[in-house]
Nanobody, 124 residues
């Protein structure tokens, strides 16, 4: 069983930055692909970013390119999502997820474990 705990969410003004962290339990974190997803009220859960087990492959959804960065520290069992130039439309609950495949990409069904989520609110 893998437990994922997100942190770093909060309230920020438009144009500001936040860094989300997700720390995983388990000894084999280095073999997991990791992803960040978000869900706004009344909307489906969508992928934001993904990273492979080694960090060698990354994926960013279209609207996040140039603003968000995903990174992975296997020594700390932690994946990060650096979010810059935040917009009100980035407001959502952000979830991290772990894929035992080594890379889950944008495919929700390829992720095996999910965190509880952290709220990000961007005010205009």
């Amino acid at each position: 069983q893998v437990q994922l705990v997100e942190s770093g969410g909060g309230l920020v003004q438009a144009g500001g930055s936040l860094r989300l962290s997700c720390t995983a339990s388990g000894r084999t974190f280095s073999s997991y692909g990791m992803g960040w997803f978000r869900q706004a009220p009344g909307k489906e859960r969508d992928v934001v970013a993904a990273i492979s087990w080694s960090g060698g492959n990354t994926y960013l959804a279209g609207s996040e390119k140039g603003r968000f960065t995903i990174s992975k520290d296997n020594d700390k069992n932690t994946v990060y999502l650096q979010m810059n130039s935040l917009k009100p439309e980035d407001t959502a609950v952000y979830y991290c997820a772990a894929s035992l495949r080594g890379y889950g990409g944008a495919y929700t069904n390829w992720y095996d474990y999910w965190g509880q989520g952290t709220q990000v609110t961007v005010s205009s």
